[in-house]
């Protein structure tokens, strides 16, 4: 007895030093008794794998099953090692001594699994059983002293001392009890004849058998053995094999055969009638096989599943009619069937992942687990293809889902994932599993135009706030991210900020107009909107808007010769000779407006004699419609109207006072013609004029003969009253449209002293700088120009009349010299003996 016992001693302390070395190498083990209360604090995993109880949570910390889907311990988040379910240890073990769970500590970021063995202490929770509460023995009354007789084992559910340790027989005159231990470990007793039996005496017996276990508190369980006393049978039942080794497939259908054993007897009649029964078997194998008392045959009464028991082991006894027995060993060893496909399970998904992930970014943690055995535990795992993910190998079972390349929620937002797992098995089964992951959004596409660039186009005199275009523009990206603003971006024009000028809609893109806008003023101008979204950080982009002013007809013409009357008088002489077409004079217009708004014509409206004079309805030009004669009336007066071609038409209006002479010395008399219905004073001062300037023209005739071989003058002024004109200028924001009765650059005019003056004084003036007449025709005198003994000053400006060159008299000509002063060039030749004023 002490020898068994050293070697149980000696057999914990491997199992002890293995689990020490198991832990030294990272794993842990700790021991448990069974049926300890929920929540028991088994040990302290972090202390002893040396890990940060704060970061357990942040890694995930769990405690996963190998094979079993019921979990008896769990961690809580101290890092404690706690009972999750009650065990019983003989649901789980059996009658193994060694009764291990094993489990895994799951963490992530980083993936780390520590295994975790739990040993199951066995406590004497079962009190010993006899399978039959009352063991029969017919004894014949020839029984020898010292015969023997087999008792039925007492089986108990514990192991080890909790199991049964001996068995006790109550006092009787002819029966001791003797007790032995088998092969296996366990004990067995007998019923040892030590008085022969007298059947005279006593047919029957009854005697009380106690099985006890070594437990503590000790526990027991009692048989009656009760004894019929026969006549003598001398032979016991023997098996035709004392071990009977079976192999049994799993999921073998109910009443299937497992093996059938056979005892014979050598004695007669009842005496050799041999019935069987287990007389030892465990409570899971007798929910699982049957055995037929007259046959032997021991069948499937239960479902087989190697995963939960893979070898069973029991005793059949064979008794004869008396009651002699013996007994047999059954062992069963299930053979693996593929009957479990593999299980996928997800234990971790980062969902959903952001789309700059980069590659090899960790998406998920999946195990495999398959309960089968062998080539049919063999594992392959395989992903479906054209995603961009990839399943890795990791620790064991386990399997990590990583990314490929990098997303792009743009091209894709969600993904299908299907996992298959495939067994070793024949046929190979198989698990698909499918894992809906979604891409997350980042700011990473900036707001796209629909246009390169915008054209907006706007009347002017528009009302302020007047809708004049929208731009738009799209973002692929998500929500907030996809939001798009529109702004302006800040810049001047013409030296005013654009704020004064257009504002946008932020959320719509539609640009107003903030002011009224002028097309005189200005006619295009270009300004720049920034799309912005509202990620983090915002991403933008930028297109030029063209804004043109689309012209309207607000501007009437402008008469600039002749000048407006009020101003001044101007009367142009015609020569009595002048032909059919001649050029008499010449009306010019600008208009501010553009296109056929600028387009003028030219009509008279009224005129002396209808039938003498002609315009150009686009030139403007005046000519003699017919031949001049004598019969014509002097003084010719003409009211030409000035059209735009705008909608509506605009108009002015302007007179043009004409001299049919030849010679000053009509001149007299032609002035007080036209002034006949003006006053005495009037009168007098134009005589004065006249004769004032027909001195004066003999003096520049003599002037003209001594500078004759000078150059020939350049751009001339024309004089109009207080309104001087150089013969190029072109005001500023008046557009030249040929034929168009605008003012052209290629019309050069001499000037002439009419009897519009009414002063006796005659000066030149100054020169004027091109830049100084204002849109009212005005020329100011340049302040820094002194004069010199060929410089003339007009202080009181006199009339000049304009002619063609083909009716030019002997007169000096002027041209601006280098210091842009007027000075007399030269002395243009007469055609005629006439002299014209």
Known sequence: MEKKM?????????????????????????TLPEETKRQYVIGNIAKDLGLDVKRLSARKARIETEGSTKRYCDINLSGNLIVAETIDREELCGPKISCILNYELVLENPLDVHRISLQIQDINDNAPRFPKGRITFDIRESAVKG????????????????????YSLERNDHFILSVKENAEGGKSAELVLEKELDREQGKEIDLLLTATDGGSPQRSGTAVIHINVLDANDNTPVFSQAVYKVTLSENAPLGAEVVTVRATDADEGVNGEVSYEFSRISDKAAKLFSINNISGQITVHGNIDYEEESTYEMRVQAKDGPGLAS?????????????????????????????????GTEVAIINIQDNDSGDNRKVRCSIQENVPFKLNKSIKNYFTLLTTSTLDREKEANYNITITATDGGSPPLSTSMTIHLSVSDINDNPPVFEQQSYTAYVMENNKPGTSISSVSARDPDWRQNGTVLYSLVPSEINGVAVSSFLSINSDSGVIHAVRSFDYEKFRNFKVQVVARDNGSPPLSSNVTVSVFISDENDNSPQILYPAPEGKSFMTEMVPKAALSGSLVSKVIAVDADSGQNAWLSYQIVKSTDPGLFTIGVHSGEIRAQRDITESDSMKQSLVISVKDNGQPPLSATCSVYLLISDNLAEVPELKEAFYEESNSKLTFYLIIALVSLSTFF???????????????????????GAVAIPSTYLPPNYAEV????TLHSSYNYDTYLTTGSRTSDFKFITSYNDSTLTAGGTLKKSPDVSNTSNIFDVEELVQITVFPMSTWVSVPSFELNQQNVLVMSAVKEPECDCVKV
């Not at 914990?12 to 832990?23: H, N, P, S, V």
């Not at 496909?341 to 971790?348: E, N, T, V």
């Not at 040929?738 to 009765?741: L, N, P, T």
Request: overall charge negative; proline content about 5%; some cysteine.
């Open 327 to 359: 007994t047999a060993k059954i062992m069963i060893d299930i053979t693996d069937v593929n009957d479990n496909a593999p299980r996928l399970i997800l234990k971790s998904l980062n969902d959903p992942i952001p789309e700059n992930s980069v590659t």
């Open 6 to 30: 050293n070697l149980f001693a000696s057999l914990d302390l491997w199992i002890y030093f293995c689990l020490f070395i198991r832990a030294v190498r990272g794993d842990l083990s700790y």
């Open 698 to 720: 003999l003096t520049f005739i003599i002037l003209i003969l001594a500078v004759r071989f000078c150059h020939r003058r350049k751009p001339r002024l024309l004089f109009d």
């Open 738 to 741: 040929e034929g168009a009765g």
């Open 147 to 166: 015969e023997r007789f087999p008792l039925d084992e007492a089986h108990d559910s514990d192991v080890g001392q909790n199991a049964v340790q001996g």
